[in-house]
């Protein structure tokens, strides 16, 4: 994983994702981050989240993809 200066994004967004336990939200995640799939995921417990540098139109972009527990 590369390392990308603050001054190099310009825009930075936060993504929640909220649903029932056991729907999926931790595996989207995971699947979009890693590229990996665990059939057999723990429930999340409080809040996680993982983040992301993507290119979009020309510019870099510093995605947080926040993870709730379902409740």
Partial sequence: MSTTSQ???????????LG???GG???IIERY????FDSHEQPTIGI???GKTILYKG???RLQL??????
């Fill in 7 to 17: 001054s190099q994004i310009k825009k930075s967004y936060k993504i929640i994702l």
């Fill in 20 to 22: 029932d336990t056991g």
């Fill in 25 to 27: 939200k931790t595996s």
């Fill in 33 to 36: 981050i890693h590229n990996k």
């Fill in 48 to 50: 996680d989240f993982l």
């Fill in 59 to 61: 510019s870099k972009c």
């Fill in 66 to 71: 926040w993870d709730s527990a379902g409740q």
